[in-house]
């Protein structure tokens, strides 16, 4: 004849409040570090868009006067236009940037960074293909990435009192 054992447990409810709790900690850790790694990305790719001005002189003009040294270069000269892109400004520099809201699909958070706005459709390809700006920051900045992983979920989980 087989027997049967039971046994009670106490605090079922405890542990499913502490580990949702956990669970929601580590969603926040998660969400807050893809925020991180999307800013680092970013920085990464405005940088290589801010390459040396063409010229380091300005003529005269109504608005600024005589000619004048353009800030941070000094001595003078001239990069032709056949060389790689100088700095660069307006819409694709404004236009990098990140998801705002990361989205959670099946137990994973999505989010990402790209250059938007429609005018850079004609020439982020064309750039990136000639002069390579997004490509070098991904790669320089994707070590970097469980770093910030590690550290956010470390400071979830301490906050817990740690694993038991």
């Known amino acids: 004849m087989a027997e049967m054992f039971s046994f009670a447990m106490k605090g079922a409810k405890t ?10 900690r580590m969603n926040v850790a998660t969400i807050a570090a893809l925020k ?13 868009l801010k390459g040396q001005p063409r010229w380091t002189q300005k003529g005269r003009n109504r608005i600024t006067g005589p000619n004048f040294q353009v800030e941070g270069t000094t001595g003078q000269h001239h990069r032709p236009r056949d ?3 100088g700095r660069m400004t307006g819409v694709l520099y404004k236009g990098v940037g990140g998801v705002r809201k990361p989205r959670e699909f099946r137990g994973m958070f999505y989010g990402g960074v790209g250059v938007g706005a429609k005018p850079n459709n004609v ?12 490509r070098p ?3 320089k900045t994707e070590p970097l990435m469980s770093q910030t992983y ?14 038991v």
């Open 150 to 163: 590690e550290k956010g979920w470390t400071r979830a989980m301490n906050k817990m009192g740690g694993v």
């Open 123 to 134: 020439k982020k390809r064309v750039l990136e293909g000639k002069f390579p700006y997004f």
């Open 83 to 85: 060389g790689g892109p």
């Open 137 to 139: 920051a991904v790669i």
């Open 15 to 24: 542990f499913a409040q502490g580990t949702h709790q956990v669970e929601s």
């Open 36 to 48: 991180a790694n999307q800013n680092k990305i970013k920085s990464a790719v405005k940088a290589n």
